[in-house]
């Protein structure tokens, strides 16, 4: 059993950044596929990027250029790096790890375990 805790989230204006981070518990975190995805009242979950075993990414068209995700294995932690914030990126953020650790991951079906979520609001 993986658990996942996020921290980070909290108040932004436009234009500014904030660091999310994923702490993960097992041995064998070095191992999985993570995820960030987010919700915002009233949609659906949507991923937002996802990094494999060996470190390659993707991330959705709506943030690219502007978030990273990146991972440490010796700390059990993945981080979501976003900067310029947009009002538009108000939601809820949650960290997800695969088993399945060969590729990258966009789906939700495709994880294994999940974190409760840290929310992000950017204001105007």
């Known amino acids: 059993q993986v658990q996942l805790v996020e921290s980070g989230g909290g108040l932004v204006q436009a234009g500014g950044s904030l660091r999310l981070s994923c702490a993960a518990s097992?041995?064998?975190?070095?191992?999985?596929?993570m995820g960030w995805f987010r919700q915002a009242p009233g949609k659906e979950r949507d991923i937002v990027a996802s990094?494999?075993?060996?470190?390659?990414?993707t991330h959705a068209d709506s943030v690219k250029g502007r978030f990273t995700i990146s991972r440490d294995n010796a700390k059990n932690t993945v981080y979501l790096q976003m900067n310029s914030l947009k009002p538009e990126d108000t939601a809820v953020y949650y960290c997800?790890?695969?088993?399945?650790?060969?590729?990258?991951?966009?789906?939700?079906?495709?994880?294994?375990?999940w974190g409760r979520g840290t929310q992000v609001t950017v204001s105007s």
């Open positions: 990094i494999n075993r060996s470190g390659g990414s």
């Open positions: 097992g041995r064998t975190f070095s191992e999985y596929t």
């Open positions: 997800a790890a695969s088993k399945y650790g060969s590729t990258t991951r966009t789906r939700q079906y495709e994880y294994d375990y």
